[in-house]
């Protein structure tokens, strides 16, 4: 794509823009009666207005029907969780049985750990990338320590080689051939949440079957943000956060996948709780769980009916959008992004600016790192006060995420133009 760095090319991209009235559908954040230039929606993703009507009518369920609300009225609560079902599958590329939204992130992380983290004395390291978000990292540690190992021999981090911030994918497949024989899991977050980079997961989870190991991944950052095909890929299972790029609000529910072909297999350890057992006699109260098929055989407790509404709502924009259409306007407007920064380098000297994440769009969602030599956090502040929501991650990045749903092409330019201001400081 030729991109030109003038406000009539970002207005000209906006016009032509399919999904321009997308944005409507949020409640953008002002700042001093204007609205920001929100480019969080990697942390947090923006409020659907619609979010408030779900609410509303779940409350008014609990307030007309109390608890005959979980088998009455419109959609009632025992079955609630499974409207959320077809929209997360089709996101992820999952077929509906191997997924469930339930409790949050970093359980389900562990819930699932349970089930695929079986160390024996031969086999009990867990792969990783090096720089993992550190909930992650704290879940391992903790996991391997309560199957008695000790991380600094279980847990192999990958690093990116010297003078490099990503990872190569033949580095990964290496990491994984050099600890073959000891190798039980390897666990990788989609989309480093630091680099922005997207890593191929179609690779390393046929690496790692052929060593005889399990493939799952943290999908927080890839989750409403890039296309999946989990089923085709065989990869055995994932877990994601719904308020990130799916913006179910603070705290919002989560996803689960399990490949189809563990979603029979009881002989798998897991923890098991009432809503995880047989539908049809749960309420039958009796003794010895029996898991439903597939990935709901997982659940512990009642749904959260709340975080689900909202999520619901959500979900319903994406459907309507099209996820297809929205990565291509992620690659569109990210692409933008990354010309107009390479266009302020070019136009002075005195602050060049690094992009981190990977060139290749294909390795990347619409996030992009960027590195400022010393005054990175001076830049950022400067930002910040000029309106642009944006997010410093310790020790040096500031990352710019432009979420196609509801992020304008006009956004980037005026980025630009606070940089341009910046430098005239
Ligand atoms: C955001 C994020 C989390 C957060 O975990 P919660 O359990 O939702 O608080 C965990 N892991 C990764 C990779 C993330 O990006």
């Known amino acids: 794509m030729d991109y030109q760095n003038t406000e009539n090319f970002a207005n000209h991209l906006d016009k032509i823009d399919p999904l321009r009235d997308f944005r409507n559908y949020f409640l953008i954040p002002q700042k001093n009666s204007q609205e920001t230039i929100y480019f969080c929606g990697n942390s947090l993703g923006l409020q659907p207005k619609s979010a408030k009507t779900y609410i509303d009518k779940e409350l008014e369920k609990w307030e007309n029907l109390a608890v005959e609300g979980h088998f009455k009225g419109e959609n009632p609560w025992l079955y609630y969780h499974k409207l959320l079902t077809k929209p997360s599958a089709k996101l992820v590329g999952a077929m509906p049985s191997e997924v469930v939204v339930m409790n949050n992130l970093t359980v389900n992380l562990h819930l699932m750990l349970v089930s695929f983290y079986q160390p024996t004395s031969k086999k009990f390291k867990i792969l990783m990338e090096g720089g993992a978000f550190p909930s992650d990292q704290y879940a391992i540690e903790s996991q391997v320590k309560f199957h008695g190992f000790s991380p600094e021999e279980s847990i192999i981090e990958v690093h990116p080689r010297a003078n490099e911030h990503t990872l190569r994918t033949e580095d990964i497949l290496q990491k994984i051939e050099e600890h073959k024989d000891q190798l039980a899991l390897i666990l990788f977050g989609g989309i480093n949440y630091y680099t922005g980079q997207f890593f191929d997961l179609e690779q390393i989870t046929k690496k790692s ?93 009642n749904a959260q009916i709340i975080p689900m509404a909202i999520h619901r709502a959500s979900l319903e924009i994406f459907e309507k959008a099209g996820f297809s259409n929205l990565r291509q306007k992620s690659l569109k407007i990210t692409g933008f992004l990354e010309f107009l920064i390479q266009e302020f380098n070019n136009e002075q000297k005195r602050i060049q600016i690094e992009i981190i994440t990977p060139k290749n769009s294909s390795e990347r969602g619409c996030q992009l790192s960027l590195i400022v030599p010393k005054e990175g956090k001076k830049l950022f502040d400067f930002l910040t006060e000029n309106g642009v929501i944006g997010d410093w991650r310790e020790p040096d990045v500031i990352r710019i995420a432009p979420v196609p749903l509801y992020n304008s092409f006009m956004d980037i330019f005026k980025f630009y133009q606070l940089l341009q201001n910046y430098v005239k400081l």
């Open 209 to 301: 079957h052929e060593i005889g190991a399990f493939a799952g991944f943290d999908l927080a950052h890839v989750a409403g943000n890039i296309p999946l095909q989990l089923h085709d890929w065989n990869v055995d299972f994932a877990v994601w956060c719904s308020y990130k790029y799916l913006n179910s609000g603070a705290g919002g529910t989560s996803g689960v996948f399990v490949h189809e072909k563990h979603g029979r297999n009881n002989e798998l350890p897991r923890f098991a709780g009432w809503w995880g057992h047989d539908e049809k006699r749960r309420f039958l109260m009796e003794k010895g769980f029996v898991p439903m098929e597939g990935a709901e055989g997982w659940q512990l407790s």
